[in-house]
């Protein structure tokens, strides 16, 4: 591997991915509280945990931030579609993938998925000692689903191809997950019910079971769209100027560091960059230091790669919410300016935040990739 004219050794690489991972932890746990502090407002809330008291107040519903949110929301997804459109059908199905039968493995993870949402949507009088827990096992059963039907069609799929950085994928969702978790005490958009017995241990091991299948479940969708799809990478040439990025990535590493103080000041105006700043930051840091991983990986697979973790994320998403609304222990938004129209208890506008979110999973899932 070659950067700024250097060879790197994997140790290296190692050593910057660490650096990278410190930073970026520092920046999104230490910058929002900092701005608390300098608003002079009392920290006891934000340490709380199982986090339980309400205490930002948000405000109503706003039209013209709905409608802007909404435009937003529809260009992005006009962008996909066209992406994916552009390059639809571009890889070739093989013969051998009409001969190819549903593995034994799929049927067991379609039982488990079955299964595990007749629980969770029903109130068994038996199960209701395990009524919180079914959550896991649904998500894991999805997983394995689309793992193989991706096998079916392909012959290849993370869960078997990929096994190794399959399992490394869950428990760095889990932690992936807990950063949004810490920055959404901060706005607190959304809160949990049918936690309220819970100590924070138990807390800790079922929230972090439930996070972990975060990004499994995306990158195993991202690699399903493009097997229905059959999209094929398609190269980019991008030449990047080295001190033109290390001087942007500054700026928006200052930016982003800037937002995050003031997250804690100006819920109602900044919750949006709950799920950007991470992003932003981590993109800044590895500019700084080279090249962003997201470079890279356009070079190599194209726009198709950034439509297509979108659009894995929304997919997910609407699972996400669809399982969520009859669930016993569930999420509850509360989003301030476009809370309005909801679809399950998500209102239709915080969908479109799932279109950036895809791309956070897949930066994250490059930077273990590459490690």
């Given at each position: ?12 690489k ?27 407002m ?10 339980r ?35 639809l ?9 009409t ?22 949507w ?77 100590g ?22 991202q ?31 200052l930016?982003?560091?800037?937002v ?8 109602n105006l ?47 998403g609407?699972f ?29 506008a ?22």
């Amino acid at each position: 591997m070659f950067c700024t004219g250097f060879f790197v050794s994997p140790n290296q690489k190692m050593q910057t991915r660490l650096k990278q991972i410190l930073m970026l932890s520092l920046l999104l746990l230490g910058l929002p509280l900092l701005g608390v502090m300098l608003n002079d407002m009392p920290l006891a809330p934000y340490f709380e945990f199982p986090p339980r008291t309400r205490h930002v107040i948000h405000a109503g519903f706003s039209w013209p931030i709905f409608i802007l949110t909404a435009a937003v929301g529809v260009l992005l997804m006009v962008g996909i579609i066209w992406i994916i459109r552009r390059d639809l059908g571009l890889r070739r199905l093989s013969q051998a993938k009409t001969s190819r039968h549903w593995p034994w493995w799929g049927w067991l993870g379609l039982l488990v998925l079955i299964v595990s949402w007749i629980l969770a949507w029903n109130r068994f009088p038996w199960f209701a000692p395990w009524q919180w827990a079914t959550f896991t096992p649904l998500w894991l059963g999805y997983i394995v689903v689309i793992n193989a039907w991706t096998w079916r069609r392909d012959g290849k799929c993370l869960l078997i191809n990929q096994r190794r950085y399959f399992l490394m994928l869950f428990p760095l969702s889990a932690l992936f997950w807990w950063y949004f978790e810490y920055l959404n005490r901060f706005v607190q958009n959304w809160y949990y019910i049918g936690v309220d017995d819970f100590g924070p241990l138990r807390y800790t091991l079922n929230a972090s079971l439930s996070f972990s299948t975060v990004l499994p479940a995306v990158l195993s969708t991202q690699q399903w769209l493009a097997s229905v799809l059959r999209i094929a990478s398609r190269p980019l040439t991008l030449t990047v100027d080295r001190k033109s990025l290390r001087r942007l990535s500054w700026v928006t590493l200052l930016a982003s560091s800037g937002v995050l103080v003031l997250l804690g000041i100006w819920p109602n105006l900044l919750f949006p960059f709950l799920w950007f700043a991470p992003l932003l930051v981590l993109l800044a840091l590895q500019g700084i230091d080279g090249e962003p991983d997201l470079i890279t990986a356009l070079r190599a697979h194209g726009w198709q790669l950034i439509a297509l973790s979108s659009l894995a994320a929304l997919q997910c998403g609407f699972f996400w919410e669809m399982w969520n609304y009859y669930s016993a222990t569930k999420w509850i938004y509360t989003v301030p300016l476009v809370h309005h129209f909801q679809v399950f208890e998500m209102p239709v506008a915080g969908y479109a935040g799932y279109l950036p979110f895809g791309i956070e999973c897949l930066v994250i899932a490059l930077l273990l990739r590459r490690s």
